[in-house]
């Protein structure tokens, strides 16, 4: 792993069974399957975990939409923007080693927050990593390409 670090988690998220919502964390637990807790934990290992940068919230506030952290469906917001990594790509963040599994399609529930943003975040809402070794992330911990 390389010692410099390129980002810091910044937002934690999970999503519960029956509930449209995000519920902010500080530690989320992790295995191959995904996040422990989380709605979609163990449906789908290349889209069960969220990676999403503070860029996608700053582009939509350049275009006076504002909206609170978790908007997106992110499960984690960090302040690198990671839309250039290809895919394969390995992430270590706190203790969980990841890859970049497949871009994010943009969803059309968040017309619901403004109309332009599907087409504004097209292809910067997100990207999915799955987990390739389990563990914790804590909010602030760092972010490493590998």
């Known amino acids: 792993m390389s010692n410099k670090s390129i980002g810091e ?3 934690l998220f999970i999503s519960l069974k029956g509930d449209s919502s995000r519920i902010s964390k500080r530690v989320i637990e992790l295995d191959k399957e995904g996040i422990l807790g989380d709605k979609f934990y163990a449906k789908d290992r290349e889209r069960a975990v969220l ?7 700053n582009m939509a506030l350049a275009n006076n939409i504002e909206m609170p952290y978790g908007s997106l469906g ?3 917001l960090i302040d690198y923007n990671p839309y250039n990594l290809t895919l394969g790509t390995k992430i270590q963040i706190g203790e969980v080693l990841f890859e970049v599994a497949q871009n994010c399609t943009i969803c059309n529930h968040l017309s ?11 292809d910067d809402r ?5 987990v390739l070794e389990a563990g914790f992330i804590e909010k602030g911990d760092k972010l490493y390409l590998l």
């Open 74 to 76: 992110e499960n984690i």
């Open 126 to 130: 997100g990207i999915f990593i799955k």
């Open 51 to 57: 990676l999403t940068t503070i860029e996608s919230y």
């Open 112 to 122: 619901i927050i403004d109309k332009s943003l599907p087409k504004l975040l097209k």
């Open 9 to 11: 988690v910044l937002e």
